[in-house]
């Protein structure tokens, strides 16, 4: 009897001995979905707790599965975290359960790191489109004419997912028109212009692209 009463009372983390736990999970993972599972038992009193921030903590609830098992879930949207121009990629917070050793109270826990990865989820955008430009035909070739061409990727900043390449996809049958490089959407006139015989409207269609690893 007395044996039964402390088992209901302990807290116990597996497999033992250890405390840190770390999860990758997409950034797409949905609300009420599993972030991983935890065995923890016999439990009493099971709670989350922040770590660092506090706002980490709220992105997460748990759900007893079994005896011996709780789910930890997502409770809250995690779209916003790594799609962000001060991205954050990491959440932290900690479960933690009482023992009673009919005494004291002792809270032992279990860090759980969660690292949140980008998912190219956006396309890019061109700002300010659709450009207009006009040049004069006596501009020397290789000149720059035009440097305002912009499109930005709302993916995780710096990473090849948000990072944009550009390319004249038509209208410059004639080669009158490059791009300073992929990444550089400077248009230079590489031909001359001659307005008499003919260069008057150039509809020059530009894309912007995200890179493709694969
Ligand atoms: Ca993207
Ligand atoms: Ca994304």
Redesign the pocket.
Known sequence: MAELYTASNRCQFYPQGEYLRFVRVPENLKVGEEVLKIDVYPRNNLNLQPVDKDEDVHYFTYRDLNRTTVSLLLAKSLEDLVDNDNPRNVLKFKVSCDYDDGEDTITSSLSVTVYVEDI?????IFEGAPYNIAVDELTPVGLTIFRGIRAT???KPNTP??DVQYAIIAGNERGKFALESSHQAFLILRRSLDYDTGDRDFLLTVTAS?ISVI
């Open positions: 190219n989820d956006h396309a890019p990727d709302h993916d997912n948000s995200f």
